[in-house]
């Protein structure tokens, strides 16, 4: 196989020459972190008041985590480190209530973050010669823009076509030819079960390769979509804190997710004890941005269950891999894509004088697609109501939860006491997906 490297000065030096710009990197982003409210407090309070505290990469242990919810409590602009004149674009993550998560990115931002995606687009085997279809949302989630800019980066043909409307969508890869897609693992899979029911002929489609990534799935799911649409599927991960796409892909070898050392220092812990975990074993990722002007976080808890390889990979790149995602260390769901917290259900089914106590949040597989219920009881006066009644208010609680959450939910109205009531702990998700791992 003939590998090819975006930033082979970068994708190809030795490890101790990554580490030494790794360390000069983080000198830097603990220098603009310093500046700005959040971090200067925070670092002040652990004995950090100057980049010249960090004297080696261990010493980034010295830093405490940083959690979702910090990024929540330095809302809006607690964690920017340039003037607000220097920002020239924000993105924020997906299905958050109330006050959002927010990353901005000044132009060097963008620049960084359209190199790195378009390195992991490079790195699959394309080219300025494919033409690239965005399945993917675009707006305040990073998936649509972050994969836009590196295709155009990279050259490609892009087009934007956002996801949904499957009918258009083959009408636009037979159209330009369309050669590599981006979507969810899900959505990847309900296209081509589409692709059947429309009786779109395989060779009258061009496609070669898809990105697949924004929510776990596993080995079985990419080799199904391989199979039935007769393409190879490199994993990709990211997450908003760490600009989105563009932080773990897969190269050729399709064998575990390099991640980018140069413009972020990994860790894995263990989320119970917070120790390091040596190479191989399964614990949390944790991240700090490396390159990054306008919002510098460091040590990010993602959450995120993983295990670096500890062999390197065939290809050559320095930057380590790891491991297709276990799952969350949190109750955070992701459907179709879309990062839901349960208490995020309850802020407004609680919030609804009509509702009962009890509620239930179900979510299970509809063909390809995941679909979300939410089970609510009603007070024992308002189940008495008329059905017209009823439905206003199936409908009111639909449309609150939809604006919300972003996803569309089935709401079912119960009587009250007729959901399952825990002893314990209340279970209030029942997520019968298989597990993706
Ligand atoms: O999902 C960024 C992204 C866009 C990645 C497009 C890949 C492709 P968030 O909405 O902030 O950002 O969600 C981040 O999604 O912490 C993981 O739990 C999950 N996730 C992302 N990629 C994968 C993957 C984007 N390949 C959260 N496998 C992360 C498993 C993934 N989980």
Redesign the pocket.
């Known amino acids: 196989m003939e590998f090819q490297y975006w930033h082979p000065d970068r994708e190809k030096i030795g490890r101790e020459e990554l580490r030494s710009l790794q360390l000069d990197a983080l000198k830097k982003s603990v220098a603009g972190a310093l500046r700005t409210d959040f971090y200067g407090k925070r670092l002040a309070e652990s004995g950090i008041s100057s980049a010249d505290d960090i004297t080696s990469l261990d010493d980034v242990r010295r830093i405490p985590v940083t959690t979702k919810n910090d990024l929540r409590a330095a809302f809006p602009y607690g964690m920017l480190a340039v003037d607000k004149s220097e920002v020239v674009r924000l993105h924020a993550?997906?299905g958050t209530t109330g006050v959002p998560t927010t990353i901005y990115f000044s132009r060097n931002d963008i620049a960084s973050w359209s190199g790195l995606v378009a390195r992991s687009i490079y790195s699959t085997g394309c080219t300025e010669a494919d033409v690239f279809q965005n399945m993917?949302t675009y707006g305040l989630?990073?998936?649509g823009l972050?994969?836009h800019y590196g295709g155009e980066e990279v050259g490609m043909l892009v087009i934007p076509s956002g996801p949904g409307n499957t009918t258009r969508q083959f009408r636009l890869m037979r159209d330009f030819g369309t050669t590599v897609v981006?979507a969810t693992p899900s959505f990847l899979l309900h296209v081509e079960s589409r692709m059947r029911d429309e009786g779109v002929r395989r060779d009258s489609l061009s496609l070669k390769r898809a990105?697949?990534?924004?929510?776990?799935?596993s080995e079985d799911a990419r080799r199904r979509i391989e199979e039935l649409l007769q393409i190879d599927v490199f994993?990709?991960?990211?997450?908003?804190?760490m600009n989105?796409?563009g932080?773990a892909f897969e190269c050729q070898c399709k064998n575990g997710?390099h991640l980018w050392e140069d413009a972020f220092l990994a860790e894995i812990i263990d989320p119970d004890t917070m120790e390091t975990l040596p190479d191989g074993e399964t614990g949390e990722l944790v991240l700090t941005t490396l390159s990054r002007e306008a919002m510098p976080v460091l040590r990010y808890r993602?959450?995120?269950m993983t295990a670096f390889y500890t062999e390197p990979c065939p290809c050559g790149r320095v930057q380590r891999r790891i491991r297709?995602?276990k799952g969350?260390s949190d109750d955070?769901l992701?459907i179709n894509?879309?990062?839901i917290f349960p208490s995020q259900i309850e802020e407004v089914v609680m919030g609804m004088k009509e509702v009962g106590n009890n509620y239930l949040i179900i979510v299970e597989k509809d063909g390809f697609l995941d679909r979300l219920t939410v089970k609510t009881e009603v007070n024992a006066e308002t189940f008495k109501d008329d059905s017209r009644k009823l439905n206003a208010l199936r409908e009111k609680i639909r449309h609150t939860l939809q604006t919300t959450i972003t996803v569309n939910p089935r709401v079912e109205l119960v009587e009250s006491n007729s959901l399952p009531v825990s002893e314990g702990k209340a279970k209030r998700v029942l997520d019968s997906r298989p597990r993706?791992w």
């Open positions: 993550s997906s993917i989630f990073t998936g972050g994969f981006h990105f697949a990534g924004a929510e776990p799935y994993n990709s991960y990211g997450l908003s804190e989105g796409p932080v997710m993602t959450r995120d297709r995602i969350r955070m992701i894509g879309v990062n993706s």
